[in-house]
């Protein structure tokens, strides 16, 4: 498998877990839609760099403080891609 084979893998995995996360479908219908996004992307975009700005400061740090409970800060770091110090961080200058 090559680097586009494993980036279009990781692009579909992705949008497979957002969608079912989102929706509450089945993997195998959410993976259907991801496909075709991904797809849809590669027509569009294909063998082009592709600019997805990251969320507003403000909106990712609701997020985070949203998603975690006091209990569950390995999950809050794993699903946002942030560190523990960044989750405290949060935590310390709450509004």
Known sequence: MNAQENTRISLIKTITRVVREATGLHERFSCEIANSI????????????????????????????????????????????IDRATVYRYLKHKS
């Open 38 to 81: 991904v797809d849809e992307l590669s027509k569009t975009h294909g063998c082009s760099e592709l600019y997805i700005p990251a969320l507003p400061k403000e909106i990712r740090r609701a997020q985070v403080l949203a998603d975690y409970n006091g209990t569950n800060i390995n999950e809050v770091c794993t699903k946002h891609g």
